[in-house]
């Protein structure tokens, strides 16, 4: 139970934050091949130059989070493998 609930921990935040950051890179690449400049803190297409500044400095707590949990899920794939031991597949008799 550990072993999976831990590799759903460790999986599942960094694919929320891929998916993320990619829907927002898809916007940016929409914006700048229509001729416009992307205004990532208002998250629209303007017609002037924008400042830009990094996923992690609009979202940090977002990204934060995401990184606890999968902190958590790799302690809890460790306590699973831990209390499950050892073992060696079953020979047929």
Same mark, same amino acid.
């Given at each position: ?26 916007? @940016? ?48 794939? @460790? ?15």
């Amino acid at each position: 139970m550990w072993l999976r609930l831990g590799s759903l921990l460790f999986a599942v935040p960094g694919i929320i934050l891929l998916t993320l950051y990619g829907i927002e890179m898809s916007a @940016v690449t929409e914006c700048s091949q229509s001729g416009g400049f992307y205004d990532f803190i208002n998250a629209r297409c303007a017609d002037q130059p924008q400042p830009q500044s990094s996923y992690y400095q609009r979202h940090s707590t977002l990204v934060n989070l995401m990184m606890l949990l999968s902190v958590l899920g790799t302690f809890a794939m @460790v306590w699973g493998m831990l209390l499950k031991g050892m073992t060696r597949p079953q020979q047929p008799s």
